[in-house]
Every structure is written in C-alpha cells, then in structure tokens.
C-alpha cells in the first residue's frame, strides 16, 4: 500500500524519545526551549513558540493579535478548515477569496479587491496559506495589509523549508517573520516534521511573543518583572519582604494549556536534525513526476517545478479524478484530495457561502489529486505510481 504521506522514524528519534522519557521532564523541560531556538534558527526567525497542534498555535495567534466578535478575517478556501477556524474560535467573521489556479494560492488581486469595496478598518486581518509549501509572496502582502492595516499569519504548516524570492533577490523562508506578523506550524506525522501532535509559531516581535508564551499556559506568569498584585497579596498577609515568594506567579488573562511534552520536542528535534535530506528528497520526486507530467495532455495542471516549493503535496488536477483515484486505489495506491473548499463545509455554508462564490477553488477541487510524497517513497514505487496514472490516462 503507497500512502499520499507518511511519516519517518529512524533509530535515532526513538533513541531521543527514550531518554527524554528517562530523564526528570516528561514535559515543562528542557527539550522545549532546545526545539524552539533549533527550529527559530532552521527557519531564520528570532521567536518560535511549540504547541500542543498546529491548530491551537492559530487560535493562540488570532487570539494575540486581539481578534474579536464581528472582526474580519479574509483567507483562502483551498486550505485545512482550521485556517479558518481560528477565526471562529475567537468569534470573528471568515471571508474567503478566491485562489489563482496557476499557483493554487490565495489571489492576491481578490484579497485587493475585497479589500478596497469596504472602507478601511473593514478587515483586520489576512491568513495566506503556503498551499502545498508552495510559498506565498508575503512580501507582496504585506505591502497590501499595511495599506489597510491589516495583520497577516502566514499558515505555513505546508512549507518548513520553503521560500521566495523578494524583490531585491533574497531568500525569504516561510514562516521567518520578516513580512507576517505570526507564521505557524504543524507537526502532524503528515507533514514534513512529525511529533504525532506539536505546532509552533514562529514571529520576529518580541511582544506577540511574550504574549503567545502566556497565553500557552492558562494566562500565567511567573516573570515577577511582569506582576502587577502587590507584595502583601502575594505573601497572604503583610510583609517585610521586597521580592516576591518562590512559589507566585499570577494569571493575567485568559489562556489555554496548549504546551508541547517534552519527548514530542525531542521527537521533533531529531527530525528536524534530517529535515534538510527530506526536504531534498520531496524535491527530487517532484522533478520526476514534473518531468513525465509535462508531457501528459490528459493533465490540466500539476505542482510542477516552481523554486522554493516544500512539496508537502504533490497535485495533479486531471477530468477524471473521481475515477482516476478508485483506479488507483484499486492498486494500492492510495491518493488523497486537499481540500474539499473550506467554504462548502455545512458549518460555513450556514453562514451564507455557497457553491459558485469561488469558481477557481471549485474547479480545482473538481480535478486535484494529491499523489504519493513522501521522503521515504521509493523510486520503484514513484515508477509504479507513475505507470499506473499513465496507463489510466492512456485507456480513455
Ligand atoms: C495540518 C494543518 C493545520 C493544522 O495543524 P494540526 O497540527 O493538525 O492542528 C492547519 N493548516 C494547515 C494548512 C494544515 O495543513
């Protein structure tokens, strides 16, 4: 059976697993902070923040950017629903904008366009997703959402080692901060690094992440550089002293316990120690299927080779995807389709979306299929995958 993606455990992460379990922190630990300033420096970024998921590490971030009821939102509905939950969760309203099918991400002339038919102040914010770890111009964004004063978390569970050019011809990573004001990540066993559950949040303002460290722990604080009740209240009764008991800390406001343990850290630790080989590796089956998919007319469209593309998926739009997948399928081979749009789930449809708002993201949707990608695909098994499509294609 050949999976769309799968995750990959060698000796060496079970080895770091072991000894976080045998060692005084199963979470709260060390391995935390030693995770975050590996993947802060991976990515080129000054702040990463892990989490128990990529989804709390979104609400964390709507929640630090002050999202609130009757608040705005404008993201793209070829994404995991979560990107749009985020929203919800904090009460604010979702809007979708349409994709550009040439990229499959989020077009940034209908970002423009909703933009401009409402007065400023209208939205606070945008969601742009790295669909596929293809990268988006965030530098182009962020040009756009200062015009309306708009925030910006670039979703980039898709694209840990993805990047784009800027206009003065740097390297510009997913997720380093220098144009979103938050980025996230996902360490879900499908995506490039897996911790089973784990998220991160990655940003270059120090004061989101002062607030994203409180928030991740129910509010607390135990800086008492940061406390505000005085020192009689945090003793229990009158005192001489001028610091503050060992013991104190205050809740401040309202957050969550979305912590990280510490062996998922060591987890992701390790992996991201060969993230580099994987990422290498994705790229190199992208090159193959590109290479035969150029010249199959039955294809529409395909991820392709585009410079800087993490390749979490590898898509293939094609007429007859229902039927191309069962045929496959019926081979072992085991395709998956992202995304059903987020804006024709029942949940959204209740708040008016319906279907022909986004012509470009349902016809996409009519003909995606994501193929086999993963580091650990074999080249024998990229061939078998290879066949079969042809050998479908070429029945009809
Ligand atoms: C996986 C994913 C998420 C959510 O991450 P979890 O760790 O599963 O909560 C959010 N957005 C996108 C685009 C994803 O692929």
């Not at 989490?51 to 705005?72: E, F, Q, R, S, Y």
């Not at 994987?278 to 410079?307: C, D, M, P, T, W």
């Amino acid at each position: 059976m050949i999976p769309y993606g799968k995750q990959q455990i060698t000796p060496d992460d079970i080895q770091a697993v072991v000894e976080t379990l045998q060692s005084d922190f199963l979470t709260q630990g060390p391995k935390i902070a030693e995770f975050e300033s590996a993947f802060a420096q991976y990515i080129g970024c000054k702040y990463a923040v892990a989490l128990a998921n990529g989804t709390a590490a979104l609400h964390l971030c709507a929640l630090a950017l002050d999202l609130k009821p009757g608040n705005k939102v404008i993201t793209s509905p070829i994404t995991f629903a979560a990107s749009a939950n985020c929203v919800r969760y904090c009460g604010a309203d979702v809007v979708f904008a349409d994709i550009d099918p040439d990229t499959y991400l989020l077009d940034i002339n209908k970002v423009r366009a909703l933009l401009e038919a409402s007065p400023k102040g209208t939205y606070q914010g945008i969601i742009p997703v790295d669909f596929a770890g293809r990268a988006v111009n965030l530098e182009e964004f962020r040009k756009l959402a200062d015009e309306f004063d708009c925030w910006i978390i670039e979703d980039a569970c898709h694209a840990p080692g993805g990047f784009f050019e800027g206009s003065n011809g740097a390297k510009q990573n997913c997720g380093n901060g220098n144009y979103a004001d938050l980025a996230i990540f996902s360490f879900h066993p499908v995506k490039h690094i897996a911790c089973g559950e784990g998220g991160m949040i990655t940003t270059n303002d120090e004061a989101l992440y002062k607030k994203l460290l409180k928030l991740r722990t129910h509010g607390i604080t135990r800086e008492s550089g940061l406390f505000t009740n005085a020192l009689d209240l945090a003793y229990g009764s009158e005192s001489d002293n001028t610091a503050y008991p060992g013991w104190y800390m205050e809740m401040q406001e309202l957050g969550f316990n979305y912590r990280l343990t510490d062996f998922q850290a060591a987890l992701g630790l390790s992996q991201l120690n060969r993230a580099d080989q994987g990422l290498a590796r994705r790229i190199e089956i992208a090159q193959k299927y590109s290479s035969v998919f150029e010249k199959e007319r039955a294809i529409i469209s395909h991820s392709g080779l585009v410079n800087g593309h993490a390749y979490h998926l590898y898509v293939i739009c094609v007429e007859k995807r229902a039927e191309l997948y069962s045929y496959l399928r019926s081979k072992q081979i085991f395709c998956q389709v992202h995304y059903i749009p987020v804006h024709l789930h029942p949940y959204y449809q209740s708040f008016g979306w319906k279907q022909g708002d986004f012509p470009n993201a349902e016809n996409y949707y009519r003909n995606c299929l994501s193929l086999p990608m993963f580091p650990t695909l074999t080249d024998e098994e990229q061939e078998f995958v290879i066949k079969e499509i042809k050998s479908f294609l070429n029945q009809a």
